[in-house]
Structures are given as structure tokens and as C-alpha cells.
């Protein structure tokens, strides 16, 4: 079934989201975090009715759409407290100063303000977490816009029914109607990436779709900026030593890693680097030889896997290490194993995501092999080192070869489970990430959807209420240079109680 | 005289880029800071030598180039105390728990990274201070990143001079010879934006130029950030009470803004609305008609804006309000005179950029004419609101529309003299602005340039030094969610003076 919105359902989102952003803009602080939080509970007292129409549609088990949900909401709350916090609006406060030089400076006070309507382009593989209430409509409610969600085709149902519960809930806490809004269809997704509504967009998916669409809002007659997830492969090294002293270790994280969620994260690692000489190698064909995956969220996703699967294969000296055990409609965990050498010789295609429970282990003979697999790597969300104790030698050059590739480096541990939180960082170098490097998951993931104005001598009764001097709402500023947290009053730069 | 950069010389530029680019990353902030004040001294001292050159080669007189040494070496300075003070870094420390819900969370700390070599296209307007060693060099060494100045064929001389000054300076602070680049003309800045050493560029010039730039970072093999400043024609709204309390300071503002510099800046006003039924039109008369101007920076330029004027004038409506003075070689200073019916029937032609000592007054009849006027302003860099006073009842509306449509929101005052400082705002909607919207002048310029970077659980001796439990820099810092200030401990969240 293939569901596609029709022009004039576009039209009325577009039109819907403009006059929503106006409304919003104009929030109160609390008022926008009421909405969050309106929003996380109803998402929570829906999760009976949405979760069995999730399973139908993406043969997700129960146990992990009700983790993701519990994850979607906690999210949501998140940027209530986030927003609540108000740091997120980076205000910088600079008096006049007539004895500036080399010219006197007048009274600057800068914040960030809500871009406009954002348009959300769905995943697949979280239906909740990175879908119609997921990371970037929770962030950019936060930012204070209206957001069209161009739902995913794997779940069209769900998006609809999800859809409803949120701007039901919505409404309920005084939002406009046309605060959130989806639309289904590739062609409804590309007509609104191009209407002059839409200020900005958030992706996650293929680099193809995802090169094409940036594309697309780069050409527009008014170029918008675009944040896109593409592809990742999150490699890892496990150091000589950590292959001595946690063998047992890695291989159960790693199977546990590649195969979670049927290897359809895009955490997944898909390549880990380990020394050859260590029996790391057949502790892992053993142990992948008992790991099941499932089914896989779609019928082209899984075609996607096997085609995938088979071109990896296809490279001479590429062997299957092991193979795990499925059922009927499952897919099977793979790893194959191959030497740096045959890496290097076809790194088009063994570089390249597979979605699914797929993962490379490259045997490096030396240090020098090592080296130079690492310096073909290309841009990834995540990098984990793997080593012995924090004094293991090969550490630091490692961690700082992976930090020029990633976004997150991990140090022993694996990168699935992306902890929602201040300072977690979900996006990396091309391709993980394309346009300016953001992160779509965090608290700073809000910064994707504002922009900076900055105020030139204007009236305290006519600046926007943080820009006044005195701190009511009590957020960080910076004034004149200082960061400042609590009640600062600006015209004085002292604590608004010492003025009493 | 062209001069343009062999091959040869713009892969060596490159080379040096990368090469210096590892060495300025692994410097302490104090390092970093006392490259730019290096930097700073040398520009200043060379200012004798440089002037001369930037004169013969921009005819721009000799105490506006004195003072641009000036903003620039300022600028310079204000970004090594931003380096020092370390919020700009972002750090954002969340330590372990293990009762987060729904998952434990791991020891997560980001910051942010230098981005990698820098490409800047230098503008023809500022020979120092938008050139070799301007607010883009500044802010990308500041973010650690080494830089590669494309130089403005208007002043190439002064481009190879002021470089030899910077290099030679850097290279007595300890760093690489490859720390700043210049290359110079047209196919040279297209080589290198293609180049895969290249991480991010800056550009400021013309929307034609600036639009086809970015669609080549875009379209890469990996795409890159592009950060252009186009056009802008800072828009200005006179209101009745503005009109009938300050006729005399509007006229003289108007009139010494839109001739500064020959009419030569990006804050440029470039359009005034104004009400029909005041004075006001008759006095900006007689005070045009003693203004003066200056030659323009080249002859190319100037032919612009010759042409430039001829399409303005070209419209049916547009009659010359007013033209000063002029000497041989000088443009003259015109403003042209235009109702909004006018303005709304060629908004294609009057709403672009016409670089020079031009400015259109458009008189509004009455406030749903001003209205329909401000609905079709294009964005840009800065606006202006004119009032009575505080409580002009005309003025919160226009601000708020003015807010969006601009970075920078002046309220009795003209746009011109950017003040380099902590809340400055110098960027704004397209066209004034386009990748996402950023700044090029002030503190948070350095963004651009910096990319985030999150390290789970790494032992301590691995963390870059600032993310360290002990806060030895005593930089700002998030933990846990609550910003601090000063040596704060991350382990406990305590000031570090309180645990001994």
C-alpha cells in the first residue's frame, strides 16, 4: 500500500505550520516547555494503542517499541527542561560602551530566535525515537517552530495515528493546529522541501536520498540550510593489549552491538580492526554462530540487506567468519572476515553501510597495517577504541585518529545505545553528517533550528523580555564578556539581589 | 595586471594547510592566544608599510585605512581573549549514572574542534579587515583551524605584503609555516574549494559569485560547510512620530551612512521608507546636494555601479531625488525618490544590491502602504526602525518584522560601524547569509569553523586536557545539565577549592 499525500493536503501543513510559527515565536518560555511535556505524556498514555500498530508495521518486538517510546518521551521532557534552563538561547548582552575603540560600541544584546517551519524528513528504523515524535520535531518545538513530519513509508499508519495523539495533545495545551503536521509520499516530501514555508529540514536516512535532498534545498530559489543522517560504518580497533585482556568481553559486546535491533541502527559498528595474531578471531566465530537477528523492518529494506550482504562477499578474499541462526522470516547475523590488504583493495565497496546485521572484522598484522587501514576510513557518527588498561600505549594515537572521523569516540564499550542527554553528540564527519556538522540527538541538537539576532540600542519595553536587564527568568547570560548564570542584571553586571 | 596562482603554488598552500592544521590543533588555548595578539603587534607595526600600498591599490584615504589596521588588529586581540576565556569551546560534561532511565548513561564529554584548513574569499571593500588578516583569518585560527587566503584581485599587492607580515609573525610565535596561505585569483579559489584539504570556506562578495561557490561545496565528492555573505540592502522604516521628532538626526545619519566609504559597505542603507507627509523628503534634498563621495575601490566597480544606477533610475516612478558632489575621479552620492506603488511594481530590480553611494527614500501614503512595503523586503544583514521614542506606538510591530528579516535590529541609529564584540550579529536571511545562518564578525564568528566531538568513557589521561575532571583552566563549563562558572570539578560538580 503505498500512501501519498495529495497537493492540497501539503498546501494546508505549509499554511498550517507558518501560522502556528507565528504563535509559537511569540510563547513564553514556560508555555513552550508545558507543550513538551503535553506532548511526552500523551505519547506515554498512547503507547497501547500505537505500539501494537508498530509491530505490524515494522516487526519491531513489543519489549523494544515500549523502550522506545519511554525514550521518545523522555526526550521530549528533556527539551522542556532544556528550554526551561534557557541557555539554549545564548544570550550575550553588551552594554554601551562610548569609550570603546577604535569606535564607541552601543548597546548590543544578541539571542537566537525560531528559524521557522522545519520540515522532518522520518526514519525507518525507529518509528517513535527518529519518526513523528522523535529527536527533531522534539527539538525543533524547542526551538520554538512548527514542524511537518514527512512520515516514513514503513510506517504510514503509525505516523497518522501518532500524528493525532500529538497535536491532539497539542491543542489541548493551547498550540495551534498547524504545530505539527505530517504529510506521506516522496513526491509530497520533495514539494514541501521546496516551498518557500519551509526554513529549514532534518533527515536520517540513505546517502542517496539524503545527497539528493541537500541538494534540492541548496537550489531552491531561497537556499535553506539542511541537516542530514546519512551513512555509517562506526568503526572499531581493538588494541594488542585489549585483545590479550578482554577478549571475552569485546566479543560478546560486539555481537550483542551489530546485531541489536536486526543491525538496523545506525550505530551499528560495521567494521572493527583487530590484531591477527590473537584468538579474538575464532572466539568470535563461535559466539556469532548462537546470535539471532529477526526480521527486518521492510521487504525492500531486507532486499536492501541482501543485495548488501552479496557485494561484500563478492571481493576476493572476503570469507564468512560465521553466521548465526534465524527462523523463517529472519535474516541472519554475518561477519566476515578479511585482511587489511583486501580492505585496501576494495574500499569503494567494504567501506560502504550495510543496513543490517552485518559487521567486517579486518585482521591487521601490525601496527603499520593498522595505520593504514585507519587512514582510510571514512567520516563516521561514532568511533570506538578497544584497548587494555587507560595506560595501553596504542591509546591516545588511536583516540585521536578517531576523533578525526567521528563524532562520538567510545573507549571500550560499543556505540549502540545513544544515551539522550546534554552532551551527547550524534553526527560526524561526511558522510555521516552532511551540512554544517550537527548533532541530531542531545540537547544541543535544538541549535539546528535557530538563528542569531542581535538587537542595536533598542527600548527595554520593546526588546524581547530575556534581552531586558533584569534577569526575571534568571537564565546564563553573557554580559559584557562574563558568562553569567542566575539573576545578573545586565545594566550592572551584579547579581540583582545586591541592587535591593 | 592579473596575477593568479600557478598550480603548483596553490597545492604547496594546501599542503601547508594540512601540515599546520595538526600542529595549531594540539596547541594549548594559551598558545593560540598568543598567536593572535602576535599576529595583532605585527599588523600594527607594519602599518607604515601597508597603508601606502592599500592606498594606491583601493584609493581609499589614508585615516580610514589607519583605523581599519586598527579594527583589525582589535580584532585580532578581542578573539585571543575569546580563546582564553574558553567558552567557546562548548564544553558539556555528563558524568555516569546508572539509574538513568530508560538506559544507564555512560561518562559523556563534547566538545568542540578545529574543523581543519580554511578557505577565505577575501572582500574588495575592507583591505584589512574583510581581507588577509580580517574577521575570517581571525576567527578560523582562533577555532584552531589554519587558514588559506584567497586575496582580492582589487588589492593583490597588499594581499602578498600583509601576508608576509602575518606568516613572519606567526612563524616567530612557533608556528607552521603553513599556518596562513594566500593564493590569488579566480580559478586558484576554485581549485581550492574543490580540493579534498579543504574542511570549510568563508566568503564574502557578491550573490552571483557566492551562489555558485556554495553549489561547488556542495556538490563535492564530500561536501563541505560554506559560509557566504552576499547582499543586503539594510532596509530602514521611518515612522510619523520619527519622522515629525528627529527629521534633522534622521537626514544626517541617512546621508553620512549611505556615503561612508563610498557607499562601499555591506550595511549599506540602502533603502528608507519614509512617511510622504513630512519634511523629510525636502530636507534629505538639501543635505545630498552637499555630499561627497570618493572614488570607488576599482574600475570594475565602479562600472557596476554605474550600471547599477542606470537600471534603478530606468524605472517607471523613480525620479533622482538629490546628487552631491564629485571631483574628477569621483562617484557621486545619489539618493532616488520612489512611492511604494513604485517599488511594488519592479521589487526584482529595486530590491538588489547596488554597491556604491546609493539609497532609495520610498515614501509610504499611510501605514498599510509601509506594510505591504516591509512584506516584500528581501532579508538582510540589518534593519533599521526610526521612532519618536520608547513608546512610539508604531515601533514594537515594525520591530518584530524587521527581527525577521534581519540578523541585526537598530533602533535609532544607521547600520554602518560593525562594532566587534561579544554580542555583534553580522549575517542575516538570505541573501544577506547563506549555508546556515551565522556570523562573520563577533565573538561566536569562531562557530563556523568548530565541530562538535563527544568521548565516552575515556580513562582521564586521554581526555583532551579541558574536559578533565579538574577544570584547570577554569573555563565555563556544562555538568550535568547546570552551567558553571570557574574551577568547577566535574566528578562532584563542587568548586575544586572545596575539596582540599
Same mark, same amino acid.
Given at each position: 500500500?503505498?500512501?501519498?499525500?495529495?497537493?492540497?493536503?501539503?498546501?494546508?501543513?505549509?499554511?498550517?505550520?507558518?501560522?502556528?510559527?507565528?504563535?509559537?515565536?511569540?510563547?513564553?518560555?514556560?508555555?513552550?516547555?508545558?507543550?513538551?511535556?503535553?506532548?511526552?505524556?500523551?505519547?506515554?498514555?498512547?503507547?497501547?494503542?500505537?505500539?501494537?500498530?508498530?509491530?505490524?508495521?515494522?516487526?519491531?518486538?513489543?519489549?523494544?517499541?515500549?523502550?522506545?517510546?519511554?525514550?521518545?518521551?523522555?526526550?521530549?521532557?528533556?527539551?522542556?527542561?532544556?528550554?526551561?534552563?534557557?541557555?539554549?538561547?545564548?544570550?550575550?548582552?553588551?552594554?554601551?560602551? +562610548?569609550? $570603546?575603540?577604535? @569606535? !564607541?560600541?552601543? *548597546?548590543?544584546?544578541?539571542? #537566537?530566535?525560531?528559524?521557522? %517551519? =522545519?520540515? &522532518?524528513?522520518?526514519?525507518?528504523?525507529? +518509528?517513535? $525515537?527518529?519518526? @513523528? !515524535?522523535?529527536? *527533531?520535531?522534539?527539538?525543533? #518545538?524547542?526551538?520554538?517552530? %512548527? =514542524?511537518? &513530519?514527512?512520515?516514513?513509508?514503513?510506517? +504510514?499508519?503509525?505516523?497518522?495515528?501518532?500524528?493525532?495523539?500529538?497535536?491532539?495533545?497539542?491543542?489541548?495545551?493551547?498550540?495551534?493546529?498547524?504545530?505539527?503536521?505530517?504529510?506521506?509520499?516522496?513526491?509530497?516530501?520533495?514539494?514541501?522541501?521546496?516551498?518557500?514555508?519551509?526554513?529549514?529540514?532534518?533527515?536520517?536516512?540513505?546517502?542517496?536520498?539524503?545527497?539528493?535532498?541537500?541538494?534540492?534545498?541548496?537550489?531552491?530559489?531561497?537556499?535553506?540550510?539542511?541537516?542530514?543522517?546519512?551513512?555509517?560504518?562506526?568503526?572499531?580497533?581493538?588494541?594488542?593489549?585489549?585483545?590479550?585482556?578482554?577478549?571475552?568481553?569485546?566479543?560478546?559486546?560486539?555481537?550483542?552491538?551489530?546485531?541489536?535491533?536486526?543491525?538496523?541502527?545506525?550505530?551499528?559498528?560495521?567494521?572493527?580492526?583487530?590484531?591477527?595474531?590473537?584468538?579474538?578471531?575464532?572466539?568470535?566465530?563461535?559466539?556469532?554462530?548462537?546470535?539471532?537477528?529477526?526480521?527486518?523492518?521492510?521487504?525492500?529494506?531486507?532486499?536492501?540487506?541482501?543485495?548488501?550482504?552479496?557485494?561484500?562477499?563478492?571481493?576476493?578474499?572476503?570469507?564468512?567468519?560465521?553466521?548465526?541462526?534465524?527462523?523463517?522470516?529472519?535474516?541472519?547475523?554475518?561477519?566476515?572476515?578479511?585482511?587489511?590488504?583486501?580492505?585496501?583493495?576494495?574500499?569503494?565497496?567494504?567501506?560502504?553501510?550495510?543496513?543490517?546485521?552485518?559487521?567486517?572484522?579486518?585482521?591487521?598484522?601490525?601496527?603499520?597495517?593498522?595505520?593504514?587501514?585507519?587512514?582510510?576510513?571514512?567520516?563516521?557518527?561514532?568511533?570506538?577504541?578497544?584497548?587494555?588498561?587507560?595506560?595501553?600505549?596504542?591509546?591516545?594515537?588511536?583516540?585521536?585518529?578517531?576523533?578525526?572521523?567521528?563524532?562520538?569516540?567510545?573507549?571500550?564499550?560499543?556505540?549502540?545505545?545513544?544515551?539522550?542527554?546534554?552532551?551527547?553528540?550524534?553526527?560526524?564527519?561526511?558522510?555521516?553528517?552532511?551540512?554544517?556538522?550537527?548533532?541530531?540527538?542531545?540537547?544541543?541538537?535544538?541549535?539546528?533550528?535557530?538563528?542569531?539576532?542581535?538587537?542595536?540600542?533598542?527600548?527595554?519595553?520593546?526588546?524581547?523580555?530575556?534581552?531586558?536587564?533584569?534577569?526575571?527568568?534568571?537564565?546564563?547570560?553573557?554580559?559584557?564578556?562574563?558568562?553569567?548564570?542566575?539573576?545578573?542584571?545586565?545594566?550592572?553586571?551584579?547579581?540583582?539581589?545586591?541592587?535591593?
Amino acid at each position: 500500500m503505498v500512501i501519498e499525500s495529495d497537493p492540497t493536503s501539503v498546501r494546508q501543513a505549509l499554511a498550517g505550520a507558518v501560522e502556528a510559527g507565528d504563535v509559537l515565536a511569540a510563547w513564553e518560555l514556560s508555555d513552550r516547555a508545558r507543550l513538551l511535556r503535553g506532548l511526552a505524556d500523551a505519547l506515554d498514555e498512547a503507547a497501547d494503542e500505537l505500539i501494537p500498530v508498530a509491530m505490524e508495521e515494522t516487526s519491531l518486538p513489543e519489549p523494544r517499541l515500549r523502550g522506545e517510546v519511554a525514550r521518545s518521551s523522555g526526550q521530549l521532557r528533556m527539551f522542556a527542561d532544556v528550554v526551561e534552563e534557557g541557555s539554549f538561547l545564548e544570550v550575550v548582552i553588551d552594554t554601551q560602551d +562610548p569609550h $570603546a575603540v577604535p @569606535v !564607541p560600541r552601543p *548597546d548590543l544584546r544578541r539571542m #537566537l530566535v525560531p528559524l521557522g %517551519p =522545519v520540515l &522532518v524528513f522520518a526514519a525507518s528504523n525507529f +518509528p517513535f $525515537a527518529f519518526s @513523528v !515524535p522523535g529527536g *527533531d520535531t522534539a527539538s525543533a #518545538l524547542a526551538a520554538g517552530c %512548527p =514542524v511537518i &513530519v514527512k512520515g516514513h513509508p514503513g510506517h +504510514p499508519r503509525l505516523s497518522i495515528l501518532t500524528h493525532r495523539v500529538l497535536i491532539e495533545a497539542a491543542q489541548r495545551c493551547g498550540a495551534p493546529a498547524g504545530t505539527i503536521g505530517v504529510i506521506l509520499g516522496e513526491r509530497a516530501g520533495v514539494d514541501a522541501l521546496r516551498a518557500p514555508e519551509v526554513a529549514a529540514a532534518a533527515f536520517t536516512g540513505s546517502m542517496r536520498g539524503g545527497r539528493a535532498l541537500h541538494a534540492i534545498a541548496a537550489q531552491r530559489e531561497v537556499p535553506i540550510p539542511f541537516y542530514g543522517e546519512l551513512g555509517s560504518i562506526n568503526p572499531a580497533v581493538v588494541t594488542e593489549s585489549g585483545a590479550q585482556q578482554r577478549a571475552a568481553e569485546i566479543v560478546d559486546g560486539y555481537v550483542g552491538s551489530f546485531t541489536l535491533g536486526v543491525g538496523q541502527f545506525c550505530t551499528k559498528p560495521g567494521l572493527v580492526l583487530a590484531p591477527s595474531k590473537s584468538d579474538l578471531v575464532d572466539r568470535l566465530a563461535g559466539a556469532v554462530r548462537s546470535a539471532t537477528a529477526g526480521p527486518m523492518l521492510t521487504p525492500a529494506i531486507r532486499a536492501g540487506f541482501v543485495n548488501g550482504l552479496e557485494a561484500l562477499k563478492g571481493v576476493t578474499g572476503v570469507r564468512v567468519l560465521a553466521e548465526g541462526v534465524g527462523l523463517e522470516d529472519d535474516v541472519v547475523p554475518t561477519v566476515l572476515a578479511l585482511d587489511v590488504p583486501t580492505l585496501l583493495s576494495a574500499p569503494e565497496i567494504l567501506l560502504e553501510e550495510c543496513f543490517g546485521p552485518v559487521s567486517l572484522l579486518v585482521t591487521y598484522a601490525d601496527p603499520e597495517e593498522l595505520e593504514r587501514a585507519v587512514d582510510i576510513l571514512p567520516g563516521s557518527l561514532t568511533a570506538t577504541v578497544y584497548g587494555g588498561d587507560s595506560e595501553d600505549p596504542a591509546a591516545p594515537a588511536l583516540v585521536r585518529s578517531m576523533q578525526a572521523r567521528a563524532g562520538r569516540v567510545i573507549w571500550n564499550g560499543w556505540p549502540t545505545g545513544v544515551a539522550v542527554s546534554w552532551a551527547m553528540q550524534h553526527g560526524g564527519p561526511w558522510p555521516a553528517t552532511v551540512g554544517s556538522i550537527h548533532t541530531s540527538v542531545g540537547a544541543t541538537a535544538v541549535r539546528r533550528f535557530q538563528r542569531p539576532v542581535c538587537y542595536q540600542n533598542l527600548p527595554e519595553a520593546i526588546l524581547p523580555a530575556v534581552l531586558r536587564d533584569a534577569n526575571i527568568q534568571g537564565i546564563p547570560r553573557r554580559i559584557n564578556g562574563l558568562m553569567t548564570t542566575g539573576p545578573v542584571t545586565a545594566a550592572t553586571g551584579r547579581p540583582a539581589s545586591g541592587e535591593h
